[in-house]
């Protein structure tokens, strides 16, 4: 297979080519065929540049073993030329009958595609919305929490913190994990948030995550939890009979304050007012500043 589709003498220069036209001529140098193929459906690329990509790599090797057959059994002569024209026809049937994603708006995928002799779908302008932190009513307390893994899996931290309805700090936490993945990070955080608000006897309790997942599992009362969390979960929905509860979605950028709350390198421990790494960002949430999320 790799001297058919890799390492002939006749078929190296057609690979390069093809790789030139997205700029990685330099995977010519991999031995095999597999370990190119395997470094290139990593690649990161645009949209509509990684759909012709791929298909032009499955296409590719297609006419190369077309091309073979007909010099073997129907006395053809190999012709490179007609290989990566073949490719390009493959490249236009894609562009007149299927609706591709849109390009990234650079000159480096607008070379690429002009390569191909493909006319780049430039992508639409980003919209941005303002995203706020909300103080909680008279008389609540509100946690918001969260929960990251360096790795997939890898060590699981999670942190919180209470604020009253003057935006005030009531309490922040850190807690550390042990192997595990990020939804599983911010499961720990909840649990470990409702847990804190029942000892401190925090009743009215408005809970705010930046993972659907939590919010789901939270609305829905749902036992659907990896197995190692399940006893712990089912103790804290036994807990929650007492709580008046208020339960929200945020997004990440709203969410600043416990995102330095889990990283990795604060100490595990339970604080019961402000702590300097999180005092800049409460000054903002108190003067309700919107923080800007980017969608498309």
């Not at 949209?47 to 077309?66: E, F, H, P, T």
């Not at 129907?74 to 012709?79: A, M, V, W």
């Not at 909300?134 to 509100?142: G, L, M, S």
């Amino acid at each position: 297979m790799d001297h058919i589709f890799w390492n002939c003498g006749k078929i190296r220069p057609i690979w390069k080519e093809f790789l030139d036209w997205f700029n990685h001529g330099h995977d010519t140098h991999n031995s095999d065929i597999m370990s190119m193929l395997v470094a290139a459906w990593g690649y990161s690329f645009s949209s509509q540049v990684a759909s012709y990509w791929k298909a032009g790599i499955i296409n590719l090797i297609w006419a190369i073993w077309m091309q073979r057959n007909c010099c073997i059994f129907e006395d053809g002569k190999f012709e490179a030329k007609r290989i990566l024209h073949s490719v390009k026809v493959a490249f236009r049937e894609m562009d007149q009958n299927f609706s591709l994603s849109s390009m990234n708006n650079n000159c480096e995928d607008l070379i690429i595609l002009r390569k191909i002799g493909i006319k780049g779908c430039a992508s639409p302008p980003s919209d941005f919305i303002n995203v706020y932190w909300w103080p909680p009513p008279n008389q609540w307390i509100k946690v918001n929490t969260d929960g990251s893994a360096l790795g997939a899996p890898g060590k699981i931290v999670a942190g919180g913190d209470f604020r009253d309805n003057h935006s005030l700090v009531r309490g922040c936490f850190h807690v550390k994990g042990d192997l595990g993945y990020a939804f599983e990070a911010e499961l720990l955080a909840v649990i470990t948030a409702i847990q804190i608000a029942h000892h401190r006897n925090w009743y009215y309790l408005w809970v705010e995550s930046d993972s659907t997942y939590i919010v789901s599992l939270l609305t829905t009362r749902s036992l659907t939890v990896p197995w190692r969390f399940l006893a712990s979960w089912r103790r804290v929905i036994a807990l929650l009979e007492n709580f008046t509860l208020h339960i929200t979605h945020i997004y990440r950028e709203g969410n600043k304050a416990v995102d330095i709350m889990a990283s990795n390198n604060m100490e595990e421990g339970w604080w019961p007012a402000e702590i300097e790494a999180i005092k800049d960002v409460v000054r903002l949430d108190i003067s309700t500043h919107s923080h800007l999320r980017m969608i498309h």
